[in-house]
């Protein structure tokens, strides 16, 4: 079944085309904003600003490290760079420049990393970011952005530019189902959304994982099991807030990521629970693997990443929280 | 201090940065000597022989000429340079490596006013200069961009990414100056990993290449004159220096490259900087 099917979502198209509509935009209200590109703009989505804005579009070739520290250079200029290529590549290829170029002195760089995930599928293990909110967690200036529908990356990337200082911000290839309106989705940095109340335990998501909740919330519904859904767009600074309040007042948490378990999402938001209100916790994401090629939604299932895998989950907590 | 062409001021200049590294990493314990005095005549012709412009009041000023040191760990020769450019208070120096003090141990942007980027991993100084010269043009400016590299921070690899996409930019008011003095830490370039043919390898990368003796002031400020004519290409000046240049037992011991005087020897050092 289609992901957020069983939640009533309305499909959309592919996170990075909406990725490249959210950065056309931009670039049309902000003269200040220009891109870098790994010789991916095709894959990223950035070719729509190369064809429009020619003169603040720079194809620096495939040379990521060299591409990361000229990023800083033009936001000493005071341009407002948006170094963009698949995740995988850019963040591991340049990871020493995205420490001493930018994030040492928190310089006003954007890094959107596209192909989150392992939902690009087909091209395989390679070139699938599913370390890349480990690698930026290891950057301390950095604030890390993690859309989960075309609203939320419109929202996110007007946010990235926005907010002072350096920014990650994942884009996929995946189509990511409506979660908000269209036009209307809350967005503030560090302040995570409830996308559904519910009162016997919270499913924390990030970008697909946010629909895929949503389906799981409809299956538990239909158990009697009411499940709180927070949208966790923001992965740094996370809201503490919010973890402890679900914690309080629902009791058990089940956190979802398309990232590797180790030093994820879920991995952090366990921290915040454990130092404010210790509840029964479980972890839907990669285990230490890494997966083969192929279709989305087979490599999703294979590797434990679909709603009745969160359903699974929530159950156990649920559980554990009445023993 | 007042640009000047007077070389009998330029040299008195020299001697007293190389006191000032002395006296700042014998003070801290650690810091590297011999590479921040292999660069100091490079560093006095820039700032001090009416090469680069800049204001030490307005440290943003748009249109100064841009310095990057890349090769981080001279970063005591920087230090003692920007204090007596008048970007802070000299005082500061013996500060080096303490905690609670900005003097860090390599230069990190933003903690001192007049450094233009974070160093101390190698190699990414021609990358942020393009950056630097990308961001002039855009901002209609015309300023020039140096960036000061070490002889072994050249195999570093995305060096030759910038040296591509420099020469694919035609970033002709970009200049990097690669102070040459055949050192690495493990010992002699040639030895450990050979660079040679160095000029010809800048020139294939589309680069116009001077050679210069790296301690002979003068000739430093006429190439770096020179290379200003230069169009249509990026410019690297290869400055031929000895390590740990001023002092003859840091001259001929590499091992000092990341390693401080004693006391004692920094007092016979001391000796041989007044008298050379």
């Known amino acids: ?323 | 201090m007042p640009q000047t062409l007077d070389l009998p001021v330029l040299k008195e200049k020299a001697r007293s940065l190389r006191l000032d590294i002395l006296d700042m990493t014998t003070n801290a314990g650690s810091g590297h000597p011999s590479s921040s005095f292999s660069s100091v005549e490079i560093l006095t012709a820039l700032y001090f022989g009416g090469i680069l412009r800049y204001r030490s009041d307005e440290p943003h000023w748009p249109e100064r000429d841009r310095f990057l040191m890349s090769k981080g760990h001279a970063a005591p020769l920087l230090y003692a340079v920007l204090a007596h450019a008048g970007y802070f208070d000299r005082e500061k120096l013996w500060t080096l490596r303490q905690v609670d003090s900005p003097v860090e141990g390599h230069p990190v942007q933003g903690r001192l006013p007049g450094i233009e980027t974070t160093s101390g991993s190698l190699g990414k100084g021609i990358s942020v200069g393009l950056g630097h010269v990308l961001g002039g043009r855009m901002n209609g400016l015309n300023y020039r961009v140096y960036v000061l590299l070490g002889d072994g921070e050249c195999e570093e690899g995305q060096i030759w990414e910038a040296a591509i996409a420099a020469a694919h930019f035609k970033a002709d008011n970009l200049i990097a100056i690669v102070d040459y003095n055949k050192y690495q830490e493990t010992g002699p370039i040639s030895r450990e990993m050979a660079l040679e043919p160095f000029a010809e390898k800048w020139r294939a990368f589309g680069w116009h290449v001077e050679e210069v003796d790296g301690h002979d002031i003068q000739a430093i400020i006429e190439t770096l004159k020179a290379v200003q004519e230069v169009k249509g290409q990026p410019s690297v000046v290869l400055a031929h220096t000895v390590k740990g240049k001023g002092v003859s037992f840091v001259e001929a011991d590499y091992t000092f490259h990341g390693r401080a005087l004693t006391p004692e020897q920094a007092e016979r050092a001391r000796e041989e900087i007044l008298c050379g």
Do not use: W
Request: hydrophobic share 45%; glycine share 10%.
């Open chain 1, 1 to 323: 079944m289609r992901l957020g099917a069983r939640a009533g979502l309305k499909p959309a198209k592919p996170m990075r085309d909406v990725f490249g509509d959210a950065m056309l935009d931009l670039c049309r209200q902000n003269p200040k904003v220009v891109v870098l590109d790994g010789d991916l703009s095709n894959t990223t989505k950035t070719l729509g600003v190369r064809q429009e804005f020619p003169e603040r579009f720079f194809n620096i070739g495939l040379a990521e490290s060299n591409m990361v520290s000229i990023g800083a250079g033009l936001a000493d200029c005071g341009f407002i760079p948006f170094v963009t290529s698949m995740s995988a590549f850019l963040l591991c290829n340049a990871y020493d420049q995205l420490r001493i170029s930018i994030a040492i002195a928190g310089l006003n760089v954007k890094v959107v990393g596209s192909h989150g995930g392992i939902t690009l599928g087909k091209d395989g293990p390679t070139a699938m970011a599913i370390e890349d909110f480990a690698l930026m967690g290891g950057l301390p200036t950095f604030v890390i952005l993690v859309p989960c529908d075309p609203a939320s990356m419109h929202k996110a990337v007007r946010a990235t530019a926005e907010h002072v200082g350096p920014m990650y911000l994942r884009s996929s290839r995946v189509a990511m189902p409506h979660i908000y309106p269209e036009d209307d989705c809350p967005f503030e940095i560090g302040k995570a959304n409830v996308v559904r109340e519910g009162g016997d335990l919270t499913i924390i998501g990030c970008g697909l994982m946010v629909a895929a909740a949503l389906d799981a919330a409809a299956m538990l519904a239909e158990e009697g099991i009411e499940a709180r859904v927070l949208d966790m767009h923001t992965l740094r600074p996370m809201d503490t807030e919010a973890i402890a309040t679900a914690a309080r007042e629902t009791g058990a948490i089940v956190t979802a990521e398309e990232h590797l378990l180790h030093g994820g999402m879920g991995s952090n938001i366990a921290r915040i629970v454990a130092e404010t209100h210790p509840v029964p916790m479980r972890f839907v994401g990669l285990a230490d693997t890494y997966t083969d090629s192929g279709d989305p939604d087979a490599l999703l299932e294979k590797y434990g990443l679909t709603p009745q895998d969160i359903v699974v989950a929530a159950r156990e907590v649920v559980a554990a929280k009445g023993a």
